[in-house]
């Protein structure tokens, strides 16, 4: 509330004040108490005038004089204590009450004078007051004087011009307001009088003046914008006139703002005086169809113009939206416009862009104009989310297969990371989009994928190529697809779908691929780097079915590695073996865990030989190491008979003494084409020693009798294998004669004298035979006849606990349970059970079994 600066009817209660030696009471007619109140005041005897606490009561000169003709000759270091006590409540309007009292003295009478002034105060304002009267009861000296207040007999009446006079005064405010020139009034007195008129009840005579004021003022300003000519200009004219209007109302609310915070909110049907000038804009000025339409049409021609790259004043722009969201006309005459027309724009752009662009260069695009869209100019108070979901309807939703029929391939064949990261971004803000490009997705995993494992020209490289998709693949999903679940699992099946296309092979080059790294002479790769490699390794090796054909090419690699001594870390192989066995369980790798235990036994029993031979005193120069092995857990070989020297059989034969002795019953079968020896052989250059096979070593001991051998006719692969590997590679401790890299009828072959190395030790490894189509197939051919037995074990296995079943129900049980596709017929393995009493068909019913216990 500003400070009191007109005349008021009804002033605020003025503070009270206590001086010495006066006592100032002041009472106002809003002040009403049934209590009883006391006012100490400390009086000392001072010859001094008494001064009066306010200049404003009305008996002023009357109270100072009293006080002067009641003051006697008193002593001034004598203190009473004096005590009022009003009797009855405080009920004056404008009027204040003063009290001078003298202490008695020895020249003069002890009495004691009280003035109260009294009779009729006229206020500044020039209303008129009626005094109530007061009055002192004596009683002896000391004692408490009373005091009565009476209320006034009539109530304050407004003069008769007051209210003419003051709405004159206001209205002269708001016009000067609206038409931008000075005011004659303070701001604080015109605030004062709406008080005034607002405490005597003339609150809604003034809200109907004010009304007609601002409506006169906004009616005259409609002609300006009709007859004005669209352009720019015209929207700057029109964002003028309404910041004008905005900045008037506020100043003319300042003036009526108690008229607007009571009359007015305690009339819910009323407007208040800012929502009241809000709609006299709207209702004559916006509300104009001419002006409206021009102001629309230009604040779309601003936006389009924004859009084309053009630069414009987004300042208007801000303000005109923001006036039309004032005005709460955005929604119903701008909103959905302005939608058509981001609609259409977008929509021809996005046509148009498709034919002439590039996918990567189209998403940056898109993402431009959604970022320019985002941005608060367009939709400061608007709508935001259908802006934004129209352009990305016209640009992305409209065209999602094509885009991604057009570039998404390109982009994962070049692995372009940041365009992948903004399409997977993109596509995300558009209902089903995800779901768009995830099918896509699968079709292209998938047709990579078959690319690698169908071509047989790729069987070398077909492992390595399927390790570095999948990383590829990995990486995209987490960088790119945000490690999306459903990009992982789609990645899973399509990986699952396509690696099983050709049957059997995957499982045996992953076999082989592994075999090559766990190899001795594999030094590419650290045990760290070794053991990712094996983890990549079983994660393709999850997606294959037929892991009984792994097992069968990894077993026979393996025993290569355990028997030659060619494993590059036992700890990688054992390595291996637990992770084939968490993946497949214990029945998969048993025998594969019985190989590295026949090993071990087998250092245990040579340590035992070496004893015997020791305590039998058996002489030779030949030591014999021999290894055991299980006839179920090794893969099987077919013998070879060789001739050897009388030494080594002789060792065989105390060998074969010295183990029946201890293990009665058993039956060993010496595999010749596993053995290898240490050969010691002096050349002219000196001595050296030979690490070659069992084979090399025969033929080897052969030059010992003769120098030269012709080989006329030689069909046998394994001695013309052995014979190249002596003659024709690094180490060529044989000549052949003519020389050549092949070995050829007719070749003569004598011992190397010359042979010079800078090794002592020198190992020559054996040529070895390139699988051929029919061991392939003789491999593939048992893990076909071990699959037989598995189809029979899960048809025994459900017949065994469903007791009865039909034909079909059978077999697609048999494929739910069997982890490998069933080429054998399940008819014929049914036929074969019935044969061996396993079950039977039913007797009434011929497509249903029943179980034979």
Not at 46 to 75: F, I, K
Not at 100 to 129: F, I, M, Q, R
Not at 678 to 684: H, I, P, Q, W
Not at 693 to 720: A, Y
Request: net charge positive.
């Amino acid at each position: 509330m500003f400070p009191t600066g007109l005349p008021s009817p009804n002033p605020p209660p003025p503070t009270q004040e206590s001086r010495t030696p006066v006592s100032d009471v002041r009472s106002d007619s809003g002040l009403t108490s049934p209590k009883k109140r006391k006012l100490h005041s400390a009086e000392r005897e001072d010859p001094v005038e008494p001064v009066p606490s306010s200049p404003r009561a009305a008996c002023q000169s009357t109270a100072a004089a009293a006080a002067a003709a009641a003051s006697c000759t008193a002593n001034s270091t004598q203190h009473i204590q004096k005590k009022l006590r009003f009797e009855e409540p405080l009920d004056l309007l404008g009027l204040d009450v003063k009290m001078a009292e003298d202490s008695p003295t020895a020249s003069c009478s002890k009495t004691k004078s009280a003035l109260l002034a009294a009779g009729v105060a006229h206020h500044a304002n020039g209303l008129t007051k009626s005094a109530g009267s007061a009055t002192f009861t004596n009683s002896k000296p000391g004692a408490a004087k009373k005091l009565v207040i009476k209320n006034f007999k009539e109530k304050p009446k407004l003069p008769e011009n007051y209210t003419h006079e003051t709405w004159q005064k206001l209205k002269e405010a708001v016009e000067a307001i609206q038409n931008s020139t000075s005011i004659k009034y303070n701001l604080e007195e015109l605030y004062q009088a709406v008080e005034n008129l607002c405490s005597h009840k003339i609150s809604p005579k003034l809200y109907k003046q004010l009304r007609a004021v601002c409506e006169d003022h906004i009616k005259a300003q409609i002609d300006q914008f009709r007859e004005y000519p669209f352009h720019v200009l015209f929207l700057k004219k029109i964002d003028k006139c309404w910041q004008d209007h905005c900045r008037q109302m506020i100043m003319i609310r300042s003036i009526f703002l108690f008229l607007d915070r009571t009359y007015v909110l305690q009339n819910s049907m009323l407007p208040s005086i800012w929502d009241m000038g809000l709609e006299l804009f709207r209702f004559y000025i916006i509300s104009d169809l001419k002006v409206q339409s021009k102001t629309i049409d230009g604040i779309l021609l601003l936006i389009e113009r924004e859009r084309s790259g053009e630069a414009i004043d987004r300042s208007l722009l801000r303000s005109l939206l923001s006036m039309l969201s004032d005005l709460q006309i955005y929604q119903d005459s701008f909103e959905q416009r302005f939608l058509e027309e981001t609609n259409r724009l977008y929509a021809a752009e996005g046509q148009r862009l498709m034919q002439e662009r590039e996918v990567p260069e189209y998403l940056h695009h898109v993402n431009k104009r959604l970022e320019e869209e985002s941005r608060p100019s367009h939709h400061i108070l608007g709508p935001e989310k259908p802006l934004i979901a129209t352009v990305e309807k016209q640009l992305l939703g409209e065209h999602l297969t094509a885009t991604l029929q057009k570039g998404l391939n390109h982009l994962l064949d070049e692995n372009r990371i940041q365009d992948l990261s903004l399409l997977y971004q993109l596509f995300s803000r558009v209902r089903g989009g995800v779901q768009v490009l995830l099918q896509h997705w699968i079709e292209y995993i998938k047709a990579f994928g078959s690319t690698i494992v169908i071509n047989p020209e790729k069987d070398k490289t077909m492992v390595q190529e399927l390790l570095d998709f999948k990383d590829k693949v990995d990486s995209i999903i987490d960088v790119c697809f945000m490690k999306n679940e459903k990009f992982v699992n789609a990645m899973k099946e399509a990986f699952e779908t396509f690696i099983n296309k050709r049957p059997n092979k995957p499982a045996e080059l992953i076999a082989k691929y592994v075999d090559s790294k766990l190899r001795a002479g594999n030094k590419e790769a650290t045990d760290e780097e070794l053991e990712k490699m094996l983890d990549k390794i079983m994660i393709i090796f999850r997606f294959i079915y037929g892991k009984d054909v792994f097992e069968a090419f990894y077993k026979k690699d393996l025993a290569k590695r355990l028997l030659v001594g060619k494993s590059a870390s036992v700890d990688a192989e054992k390595s291996m073996l637990s992770k084939l066995k968490h993946e497949c369980g214990a029945a998969f790798t048993s025998k594969l865990e019985g190989m590295f235990k026949d090993m071990e036994l087998s250092k245990d029993i040579m340590v035992q030989f070496k004893q015997y031979m020791q305590c039998q005193n058996i002489p030779g120069n030949i030591e014999l190491t021999v290894n055991i092995l299980t006839m179920g857990y090794w893969p099987t070989y077919v013998p070879m008979e060789v001739h050897l020297p009388p030494e080594m059989v002789r060792l065989q034969e105390i060998f074969k003494t010295f183990y029946l002795g201890k293990h009665s019953g058993r039956k060993l079968q010496w595999q010749s084409t596993l053995g290898h020896c240490v050969l010691k052989a002096e050349f002219k250059e000196g001595k050296k020693e030979l690490q070659v096979s069992l084979f090399q070593t025969l033929v080897r001991l052969m030059f010992n009798e003769g120098e030269e051998f012709p080989w006329k006719r030689l069909k046998d692969g394994e001695l013309r294998r052995t014979l190249q590997s002596l003659a024709c590679g690094k180490a060529r401790v044989l000549t052949k004669i003519p020389k050549s890299k092949d070995v050829e009828d007719g070749d003569k072959f004598s011992c190397n004298d010359d042979f010079k190395h800078k090794l002592f030790r020198i190992k020559i490894n054996q040529i070895q035979m390139k699988e051929t189509v029919e061991e392939q197939a003789s491999t593939t051919e048992r893990v076909f006849q071990d699959r037989q037995y598995q189809i029979d074990a899960a048809i025994v296995r459900i017949m065994k606990m469903r007791k009865t079943l039909s034909h079909n129900l059978l077999v697609s049980e048999v494929y739910n349970q069997l982890k490998f596709p069933v080429k054998v017929s399940v008819h014929k393995r049914i036929e074969s059970l019935i044969d061996r009493d396993y079950m039977e068909r039913d007797k009434e019913n011929p497509n249903q079994y029943n179980y034979v216990a």
